[in-house]
């Protein structure tokens, strides 16, 4: 692959309209993320670091095998697996120590017209993964700036109380893997091919109450939070508008980013939420989305192909996607799974 330096952001390719493709970002020079030494001089500061860590920002050229071993054991997430999948999120560095860039992930999350869910895309990827597999096996070495690892069992993202669907030990590096049994779980409340929000909220409810481990620390805590949840995320939109023109405060977007991302770790069932609140994100203009009493509910066939078969829905990358769909539905999500929580005792 072509060393090309420098990292302008390049354009987007305009996405085709052929069903369930991912804009096509593998077209694009596989130029390397931002800040990985962007400009001449850098260049070779870009080379002295690839030397001195061995860890490259190049796409890699993975086998169908090898790739379908990041989706299944490390890429334990039903859109960054199939972003990986179906190509939209080249692959960078190595099968063994994945990597990938936080702009394209970004630009995933922002097709569709007036969608700004990138940014938050941004957050989990800067805030949860920005350690990759050191020589110890362990995720203990920073990635290269602008990329983030896609190796998530054993990342800081990864967490107790999640569902067991994609993976069998968050704590656990590589041990993804698809659970029918756990998928079957969350959908055991449809109706008419349907999930409602509020019952993937008791679905979280049921994954922290049968994990020891998880940490839950209850309504209280949880009202502060999301009230802080609230402002955050409109400061994140506001860093993004910044970002994009150009006039953004690298430390203020990045304390905005950890402190946002310290909150989605402080309590395991807001950050089940808040990865359920990106699902109903995506979902949320889907014609396959219906209102059922007052609120959302998704398609089942719909989260089989992000879950099961790592294919993107057709036509997802024109629905609008929304940082404030995001908010109010983590926020819809926490209090569904509270009040489970309540009904079963659990406080
Ligand atoms: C629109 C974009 C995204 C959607 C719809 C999405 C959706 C989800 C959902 C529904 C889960 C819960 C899976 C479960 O509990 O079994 C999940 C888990 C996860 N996602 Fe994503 N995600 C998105 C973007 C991202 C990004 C950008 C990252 C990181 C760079 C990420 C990292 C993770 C990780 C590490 C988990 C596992 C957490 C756990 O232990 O439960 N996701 N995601």
């Known amino acids: 692959m072509p060393r090309i330096s420098g990292p302008a952001t390049p354009a987007v390719a305009t996405p085709r309209h052929d069903t369930a493709r991912t804009p096509d970002t593998s077209s694009q020079p596989a130029s390397k993320p931002a800040g990985w030494g962007a400009g001449a001089s850098s260049t070779s500061a870009a080379e002295r670091r690839e030397k001195a860590t061995g860890v490259s920002t190049n796409v890699a050229q993975l086998s169908d095998v090898q790739k379908e071993a990041v989706v299944q054991k490390k890429a334990t997430c039903p859109f960054i697996g199939t972003a990986v999948q179906s ?85 656990a590096p590589n041990s993804g893997r698809f659970s029918d049994e756990a998928f079957a779980r969350l959908i055991a409340g449809a109706k008419d091919g349907r999930v409602k929000r509020s019952d993937i909220g008791k679905f979280i ?41 150009g006039n953004s405060n690298p430390v203020e977007s990045r304390q905005v980013y950890e402190k946002l991302t310290r909150l ?29 009493g007052g609120e959302p509910a998704y398609s089942v066939a719909e989260l089989t192909m992000m879950f099961k078969e790592k294919k993107f829905p057709p ?33």
């Open 87 to 171: 190509g939209g999120l080249p692959v960078r560095n190595s099968a063994d120590k994945p990597l990938a860039s936080i702009d394209d992930v970004a630009r995933l999350g922002n097709t569709g017209p007036n969608s700004d869910l990138g940014e938050v895309l941004r957050l989990f990827a800067k805030g949860n993964h920005a350690q990759m597999m050191g020589m110890g096996g362990k995720l203990d070495m920073p990635v290269p700036p602008g990329t983030f690892s896609l190796d998530f069992p054993g990342s800081q993202g990864s967490h107790a109380g999640d569902s067991g669907i994609l993976q069998s030990d968050p704590r």
């Open 205 to 245: 409810a049921h994954n922290v109450m049968n994990d020891p481990r998880a940490n839950a620390p209850g309504l209280k805590t949880a009202g502060l939070l999301i009230r802080d949840f609230a402002k955050l995320t409109g400061e994140v939109v506001e860093q993004g508008a910044r970002k994009a023109t």
């Open 264 to 292: 989605l770790g402080e309590d395991n069932l807001i950050g089940s939420a808040g990865e359920f609140g990106l699902m109903a994100a995506l979902l949320a203009n889907s014609p396959n989305t219906r209102q059922v």
């Open 315 to 347: 036509g997802w990358e024109s629905w609008t996607k929304s940082s404030h769909d995001w908010a109010s539905s983590t926020l819809a999500l926490t209090v569904a799974a509270e009040k489970e929580l309540i009904k079963e005792k659990y406080f």
